[in-house]
């Protein structure tokens, strides 16, 4: 069955701080691997996408790696800051339009 | 960068009106765009494909006459829950994809800001 599971369910952090947001798949076959932000009663924003031969891309302060072999990607933020407060979604596609979501990792930054 | 616009923010209808919500591309030409359903502390639920032109394609469990989907256009989708009842109370986001066939398949989702119905 194809599913996507984020780690941490929900974390909080200290302005300034770094944080790394996990994302196991059991998706296949693989096409690309997207990191969106959604903040609250907002539509999500995208972060980053990943496709098989890529194992690493940044975006500002965000960060996402990808292991196809392991079928794991992290998502690091660095130097956090209050507006990073939001949900970060992992997107996993099997191919085409085709689409299936993580659950997501609640951030807060706190002062 | 593409923007997508979403149409009304917030609707609160009585139970058993019919609700429209638009989605539309502003500065690109979606040939595809997607509903979803979000239920509060969770993630997104795709409802359907919407392809400009055809049938839009839905998700197992979502019923076609009751959540009625029209892509009339390459930059307007719409969707319109039909005799809304309190459990139909959703955020419900659309989002499109920049580019045309496969090119678009590795390439952002442009998502609009959702619309928050409420059916009282």
């Known amino acids: 069955k194809n599913q996507v599971e984020q780690s941490p369910q929900s974390l909080i952090i200290l302005e300034g701080k770094n944080c790394t947001l996990q994302?196991?798949?059991?998706?296949?076959?693989?096409?690309?691997l997207r990191w969106y932000k959604q903040d609250t009663g907002r539509g999500p924003v995208s972060l980053t996408i990943m496709t098989f031969s890529e194992n690493t891309k940044s975006n500002g302060r965000y960060t996402a790696t990808l292991d196809a072999d392991t079928k794991q990607s992290s998502l690091h933020i660095t130097a956090s800051q209050l507006s990073d407060s939001a949900s970060y979604i992992c997107v996993v596609s099997p191919g085409g339009f085709k689409t299936i979501f993580g659950a997501g990792t609640r951030l807060f930054v706190k002062a | 960068g593409a923007v997508v616009s979403q149409h009304p923010s917030r609707v609160i209808c009585k139970s058993g009106t019919s609700v429209k919500i638009e989605c539309r591309s502003l500065?690109?030409?979606?040939?595809?765009m997607f509903w979803y359903r979000q239920f509060p502390k969770q993630s997104l639920m795709l409802m359907a494909t919407s392809n400009e032109g055809s049938k839009a394609t839905y998700e197992q469990g979502v019923e076609k006459d009751k959540f009625l989907i029209n892509h009339a256009s390459l930059t307007l989708s719409t969707l319109t829950v039909t005799s809304a009842h309190p459990e139909d109370s959703s955020f419900y986001i659309c989002?499109?994809?920049?580019?045309?066939?496969?090119?678009?398949?590795?390439?952002?989702?442009?998502f609009g800001n959702g619309t928050r119905l409420t059916v009282t």
């Open positions: 500065d690109f030409q979606a040939t595809t």
């Open positions: 994302c196991n798949y059991t998706v296949s076959p693989f096409s690309n």
């Open positions: 989002s499109a994809s920049l580019g045309q066939g496969k090119i678009s398949y590795n390439s952002p989702l442009h």
